[in-house]
């Protein structure tokens, strides 16, 4: 039994040596494919172009668009809440890219990142009222606005950038909204294998954020956990930054979540436990 119990504690630190190592080489390679990628020239790629993006009155939507409004695009915001979207003034960031807003007359970038419904942070209830609403306003009304879009973003040759969630991987206690977003990933990774299929110019990129401090999001889980929320500033400059340079996929906070995500696909049954602690902290709106 000593014997067997020393095996067992010698295999499971060279488990954990294995782990720490292959994550360290995970991460030195992400990190290098990361900076190593085609420049990133602001001005010259976005300026003059024409942007519509959804969710702006704040947090990452009303960030997204002063970062498009810095370098010079003409925007177009949406929001429910018609007061707030009135303070947000891009152009106030800087006066002579921003520009007025005005009719577009076309489409170059499509930004979902609206989000609503009835859900809330908890387990699961069974509540089917709370499911329909968040797939409603969460999955089928992104989809709606891209069917509304697709000519015009067909026709510049453009971009979709659709926010979704580290829950739209595998989050606990936010099932309506987990479910929603899995199905932006589903469809929005398919729509840009059909696209790419059919010879058709027209990027979708995918950003699957983590905590980040947006009001809602300090508001729902801000005082359960003590993890510290990431910048939406930053979090908006690096979507943006993904959309621009048309990637499929963008991850924020990335040194935390990449090498998660992978390892998830690579070794499930080794990263379940330790997944099953990091989305309860990490996940969310």
């Not at 992400?30 to 085609?38: G, K, R």
């Not at 300026?47 to 702006?56: A, D, E, I, P, W």
């Not at 099932?175 to 059909?194: I, Q, T």
């Amino acid at each position: 039994m000593i014997h067997s119990s020393i095996y067992h504690r010698a295999d499971t630190m060279a488990a954990i040596r294995l782990l720490l190592s292959l994550l360290t080489g995970l991460c030195a390679y992400y990190f290098y494919s990361q900076e190593t990628l085609s420049p990133f020239k602001p001005p010259e790629m976005v300026r003059g172009k024409r942007v519509l993006v959804t969710g702006s009155s704040t947090g990452i939507g009303e960030q997204i668009a002063y970062e498009f409004a810095r370098m010079g695009a003409h925007l177009l915001l949406t929001a429910r809440r018609e007061k707030q979207l009135k303070e947000v003034r891009p152009q106030k960031k800087q006066p002579k890219e921003g520009g007025e807003m005005e009719h577009l007359g076309g489409l170059d970038y499509l930004v979902l990142n609206h989000v609503g419904g009835s859900g809330r942070f908890g387990p699961f209830q069974g509540d089917m009222a709370a499911v329909t609403s968040s797939m409603t306003v969460n999955f089928l009304s992104y989809v709606q606005l891209t069917v509304s879009a697709m000519t015009m973003l067909q026709e510049s040759q453009g971009s979709i950038i659709v926010i979704s969630s580290l829950s739209g991987k595998e989050a606990p206690f936010t099932l309506s909204y987990s479910a929603a977003k899995f199905a932006l990933e589903g469809f929005y990774s398919s729509l840009r294998r059909e696209l790419r299929l059919r010879e058709i110019s027209l990027s979708v990129t995918v950003a699957v954020l983590g905590y980040i401090d947006t009001d809602n999001a300090l508001k729902i889980i801000g005082d359960k956990i003590t993890m510290q929320a990431n910048p939406k500033e930053e979090c908006a400059r690096e979507v943006v930054r993904a959309g621009v340079l048309r990637h499929r996929e963008v991850i924020y906070p990335y040194w935390s979540l990449k090498p998660l995500l992978l390892l998830k696909e690579w070794m499930p049954g080794l990263m379940e436990r330790m997944l099953d602690k990091f989305l309860i902290l990490e996940n969310i709106l």
